[in-house]
Structures are given as C-alpha cells and as structure tokens.
C-alpha cells in the first residue's frame, strides 16, 4: 500500500530519532498481591520504552497463561482481561520492535513449551548473532515461528535444558552462545528469573516490595508499583526468584560495565535511577556541561520537549540565561493519529511541536535538543522558531554528534541516514539553519551520570562496539553525503 504524506512525515519524526527498545516488568509475590494489576502499572510506566505491543504472562501453581496484543497498555489490558488471570508471579513487556516486524505474533512475552512445562521470556535488547544462530538450528531442523531473537533466545534455553538437568546451566549455555545487549525476564513453572548481558548494556533493576520482588527496565516501575528499588542486576548476572528470596549467580564470561549512554541522555525516565545515577541528575548536568563547553550570548534558553527539558535547565543555570518555555508538545500523538486525509509533511511536525510565539518573539534563543539523528526535524523547529519571531536561534545538543549505528537494541537508521555520519559540525549548522550550533562531548557525556556505578556503551558516538558488530554501515563513503 502506497504511503499518504502523512505517513511519510510521521517516519520522518520516527526515523529523527532514537527510538526507544522495550520495557521488562516482572513480579514474584509472596503477599498475595494481585500480580497482573502490578504488571499493568509496571507496564504503564515504562510506556515510553515501546507503544507498538504489549502483553503480560502469569504462573498461576506451575501453569503458565498469557495475553498479548498491539496498542498501548491501557488499551490491550482492559478490566475484563485484568481480572481474567491470578497467580503469584506474573512478567510483562512492552514493545517497541527494533528486530522482527511489528506484528501480533511478534509481541511479547513469547510463551513456548519446553522440558519442564511452559516458559515465557519478557526480552529487551538486540542479539548480533541471532541470524546466525537460527541458521544453525534451522539446519538441525528448528523450526521457528516468529523473526524475533526472542525466539532465539527462548529455543537455545529448551535445547540446552533438554541436555541439562539444571537451569542455571542451560542458561548460562545461552549466555554463552548469544552475543548482544539484553535484558530477560523469565518464568518457568516453578520460578522467575532475570538476566542481563555481560556487558549491562541493557538495564534491568530489581525491586522489593514487602516480601515481593521486582524486576524491571528502569526503577519509574518500582515507584509505581510501591516497590523500593534494592539495586541493578551486574553485567552478566542471573538471580532466581523463588519462596527462597532471591539467589544470585555470577557467570564470568567475558564483558565489562557498558551500560547504553543514551539511558541517561533520552530513552529512561527522568525520574528513574540507573546503576546508582539519578537520570534526572545526568541530565542537568549535561546541560551545565554544555553551556561550559558552548557559551553563547542570548535572552532565553528553551528545551525541545521532552528529553530536552532539564538539559535546558541546565544550560540556563550554568550559563545565567533565563529558562522558558519556548514549544509546547502535544502529549498526544502516536500511531493511531495518522489520517489519510491530512497534509504536508511539516504539519506533522506542527502538531507534535508549536512554537509559544509570545515568549520567543524578538529574542535570541539557545534552544536544546537532546540528539541529532537525521537532522530533519531539527531544520523543522528551527524554522517554526524563525518564523515565530526569534531573533537566533543557537542549537545546542546534550549528546555528541552520533555517527554510528546502534546493533544492541536501538533502533538507529543505517549509517548512510546519520547525518553526523557524514557531515561536519558546520555543515549540519548550514543544513539546520541555525545561527550557531554545539554538540557535548563524549569525554563530558560519559562524567555527567554521578556516583554511576558503571562504565558506558558509547558505540554509536565514537564506532568503539564492545562487541563485535557486521560493518556493514561502516563501509559507504563520507564524500558522497554532504
Ligand atoms: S551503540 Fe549507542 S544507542 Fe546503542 S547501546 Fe551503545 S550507546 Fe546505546
């Protein structure tokens, strides 16, 4: 079917940024707690990671049932299907697809047969050696249902536990076959498990509540569910969730402290805690580093909403300018406004963002942006901000020029589309239209997370990939694009 301009212009948002991956809840409760109505508002805010599907899985005495569809949380778990399913543990996600289509059979949690009954696996991340694997099992005579990695990673668990009588081992098998960024939430008949990747590059905190735990994506849905965050998982560990409590193992396959940089620059909550670092904190700061880093004279220094905001707020303490508000979101947008009937390409950037023409009208605006990915809708606001009456606009951007793509589970566009992949500083300003520009940079970025108990994947800034990635995008010469 032929895209309407519509549509175009709402990829052209889509493809301008960093699109969020996918949010991981689970609950094991020992209270009696009604666990899928704590995954519904587990769920529910950690909304931002993913909106194209969503689905919670439940144990109730070794019996695994599940529902999943697309939409937002509160439009695929209804009352009658919250009161459907009890159990006392229960894992949900939320999904944005940054491998495999976007497609019901594709949501999550995957629910599969296995040696001991059902297994169901919540997943957040990217595997860089998924093709690989289903090749392989293919060839042995797998058969596969969905082009997730999930899958993949759900069938390696079934084939290792088959020659395992020990789950630990199977999964620590599974760990050592796949390479990428991950973070899992898994229930089996008896128990739920968490597992994050040897290099952390995924988040995954737990959480306790009473005599309860949580797993999940970021500590927001801790808050949410009333649980108090007890700390992250480290980079290669599996904790079980039993009657026991918690047990914690270790694995010692290769890795390091590398957890995904744009965590604390765009995809968390601001009010969440990652690995000891408050992202709001990070944020600020950012903005204070930037305005260090690139002075500017100016009346006004506004945020583009939202991820932009407390940048902004930084910038202006640091720098002494006054903070305002200068475009107003509309919260409202999303997949379900594309209408065939509607206009041009910038009337999609109209609707999401609108200039407030009284506060920026005659003044010289330092406006903050959280990245530059294509630079197309930079040009848009811009221009809305130029024609509202601001006298300069001077972009400044919280992150480095991002000249990379991401193969651990963001959703970048190839390499070829990075505008920063290509072009110099002065020449995205040229391209933006802005009167002045300025990027933070790494070595600033990665201090800005305080007390961080962990080192940064910072890949997609600097091409240093903690695993080894296919270079394809890597390839296509520098000369052709700007
Ligand atoms: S490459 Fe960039 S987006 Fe991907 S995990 Fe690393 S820092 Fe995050």
Redesign the pocket.
Known sequence: MKKNDFEYAYDDIRLDK?NEECGVFGIYSNDNLDVVRSVYYGLYALQHRGQESCGVAVNNNGEISYYKDMGLVPEVFTEHILNCFTGKMAIGHTRYSTTGSSLRENAQPMVINYKEGKLALAHNGNLVNAAQIRQEAESQGAIFQTTTDTEVIASLISRYRVKSDDMLDALKNMMRTVQG?YALVILTPRRMVGIRDPFG??PLCIGKLKNSYVLASESCALDAVGADYIRDLNPGEIVFIGDNGIESYQTDLPGGS??????HIY?ARPDSVMDGASVYESRLEAGKRLAIEHPVEADLVIGVPDSGLTAALGYSRQSGIPYGEGLIKNRYIGRTFIQPEQGQRETAVRIKLNPLKQAIEGKRIVMIDDSIVRGTTSRRIVQMLKEAGAKEVHMRVSSPP?K???????D?PSRKNLVAASCTVEQIRELVAADSLGFLSVEALVNTPKGSKCG??????DGD??IDVPDEGNKFSIEQKC
Do not use: M
């Open positions: 960093l960024g590059i995924r590398k957890l995904c940089v744009f965590e995809f991002i990379y793509s991401c193969h651990y589970g963001i970048t940064f994947c910072t890949a997609c800034l990939y903690p």
